[in-house]
Protein backbone atom coordinates (compact mmCIF):
# COMPACT_ATOMS: atom_id res chain seq x y z
CA UNK A 1 0.00 0.00 0.00
CA UNK A 2 1.30 3.43 0.84
CA UNK A 3 4.78 4.13 1.96
CA UNK A 4 6.25 7.33 2.24
CA UNK A 5 9.72 7.96 2.42
CA UNK A 6 11.55 10.96 4.02
CA UNK A 7 14.79 12.04 3.47
CA UNK A 8 16.82 15.59 3.64
CA UNK A 9 16.89 16.30 7.52
CA UNK A 10 20.08 17.24 9.17
CA UNK A 11 21.64 19.77 11.46
CA UNK A 12 21.72 23.54 10.44
CA UNK A 13 22.38 26.74 11.99
CA UNK A 14 19.74 29.62 12.60
CA UNK A 15 18.76 31.45 9.00
CA UNK A 16 20.01 28.42 7.12
CA UNK A 17 18.38 26.50 4.66
CA UNK A 18 17.26 22.74 4.07
CA UNK A 19 14.44 20.96 1.83
CA UNK A 20 12.91 17.50 2.92
CA UNK A 21 11.74 15.32 0.60
CA UNK A 22 9.11 12.66 0.85
CA UNK A 23 9.35 9.57 -1.62
CA UNK A 24 5.91 8.32 -2.01
CA UNK A 25 5.28 4.66 -3.82
CA UNK A 26 2.11 1.68 -3.86
CA UNK A 27 -0.71 3.99 -4.49
CA UNK A 28 -1.79 7.00 -7.17
CA UNK A 29 0.45 10.04 -6.29
CA UNK A 30 -1.82 12.75 -7.65
CA UNK A 31 -5.09 10.56 -5.66
CA UNK A 32 -4.53 12.43 -2.33
CA UNK A 33 -3.88 15.39 -0.64
CA UNK A 34 -0.71 15.10 1.07
CA UNK A 35 1.07 17.38 4.05
CA UNK A 36 4.14 17.82 6.70
CA UNK A 37 4.09 17.53 9.97
CA UNK A 38 6.60 18.13 12.71
CA UNK A 39 7.07 16.86 16.48
CA UNK A 40 9.12 18.92 18.57
CA UNK A 41 10.82 17.22 21.62
CA UNK A 42 8.17 17.03 24.35
CA UNK A 43 5.85 18.33 22.57
CA UNK A 44 2.95 17.14 20.36
CA UNK A 45 2.60 16.42 16.45
CA UNK A 46 1.54 19.79 14.68
CA UNK A 47 0.50 20.15 11.16
CA UNK A 48 3.16 21.95 9.03
CA UNK A 49 1.93 22.47 5.61
CA UNK A 50 -0.59 20.54 2.98
CA UNK A 51 -1.22 20.56 -0.46
CA UNK A 52 -4.01 19.26 -1.70
CA UNK A 53 -4.73 17.31 -5.25
CA UNK A 54 -6.26 20.49 -6.93
CA UNK A 55 -2.51 22.53 -6.00
CA UNK A 56 -3.58 24.37 -3.10
CA UNK A 57 -1.31 24.94 -0.21
CA UNK A 58 -1.89 25.61 3.17
CA UNK A 59 0.47 26.32 5.99
CA UNK A 60 0.78 27.18 9.73
CA UNK A 61 1.65 30.85 11.23
CA UNK A 62 4.83 29.57 12.76
CA UNK A 63 6.34 28.77 9.11
CA UNK A 64 4.37 30.97 6.64
CA UNK A 65 6.78 32.92 3.94
CA UNK A 66 9.70 30.59 5.52
CA UNK A 67 8.74 27.34 3.97
CA UNK A 68 6.93 25.93 0.59
CA UNK A 69 5.55 22.76 0.03
CA UNK A 70 5.55 21.49 -3.08
CA UNK A 71 5.26 18.63 -5.66
CA UNK A 72 6.95 16.69 -8.44
CA UNK A 73 4.35 14.16 -9.72
CA UNK A 74 6.73 12.78 -12.06
CA UNK A 75 8.86 11.42 -9.89
CA UNK A 76 6.64 10.91 -7.17
CA UNK A 77 7.83 13.26 -4.58
CA UNK A 78 6.79 15.48 -2.24
CA UNK A 79 9.03 18.42 -0.68
CA UNK A 80 9.36 21.25 1.97
CA UNK A 81 11.84 23.96 1.39
CA UNK A 82 12.37 25.33 4.50
CA UNK A 83 14.82 28.57 4.60
CA UNK A 84 15.14 31.01 7.74
CA UNK A 85 14.96 28.41 9.79
CA UNK A 86 15.02 29.25 13.91
CA UNK A 87 15.67 26.88 16.38
CA UNK A 88 11.87 26.57 17.05
CA UNK A 89 11.60 24.66 13.67
CA UNK A 90 13.65 21.70 15.77
CA UNK A 91 11.64 18.67 15.46
CA UNK A 92 11.29 15.16 13.55
CA UNK A 93 9.67 15.99 10.45
CA UNK A 94 6.79 13.80 8.85
CA UNK A 95 5.27 13.68 5.27
CA UNK A 96 1.41 12.44 5.64
CA UNK A 97 -1.00 10.83 3.29
CA UNK A 98 -4.56 11.91 3.35
CA UNK A 99 -7.39 8.89 3.50
CA UNK A 100 -8.88 8.19 0.03
CA UNK A 101 -5.70 7.37 -1.73
CA UNK A 102 -6.73 5.12 -4.25
CA UNK A 103 -4.33 2.00 -4.57
CA UNK A 104 -4.04 -0.99 -6.40
CA UNK A 105 -5.07 -4.36 -4.89
CA UNK A 106 -6.28 -7.99 -6.05
CA UNK A 107 -7.14 -6.23 -9.46
CA UNK A 108 -8.89 -4.14 -8.18
CA UNK A 109 -8.76 -0.34 -6.78
CA UNK A 110 -9.15 0.62 -3.72
CA UNK A 111 -9.06 3.97 -1.23
CA UNK A 112 -7.00 3.90 2.11
CA UNK A 113 -9.12 4.45 5.13
CA UNK A 114 -6.57 6.12 7.03
CA UNK A 115 -3.80 8.73 6.64
CA UNK A 116 -0.49 7.24 5.77
CA UNK A 117 2.66 8.43 7.92
CA UNK A 118 6.73 8.38 6.89
CA UNK A 119 9.05 7.14 9.37
CA UNK A 120 10.40 10.84 9.82
CA UNK A 121 13.56 12.80 9.40
CA UNK A 122 14.77 14.89 11.96
CA UNK A 123 16.16 18.63 11.87
CA UNK A 124 17.77 20.32 14.29
CA UNK A 125 18.56 24.00 14.12
CA UNK A 126 20.84 25.60 16.58
CA UNK A 127 21.67 28.69 17.31
Known amino acids: QVQLVESGGGSVQAGGSLKLSCAAS????????MGWYRQAPGKERELVST???????TYADSVKGRFTISQDHGKNTLYLQMSSLITEDTAVYYCAADVGCIYSSGGDYRRTTSKSWGQGTRVTVSS
Open 51 to 57: IRTDGTT
Open 26 to 33: GYIFSSCG
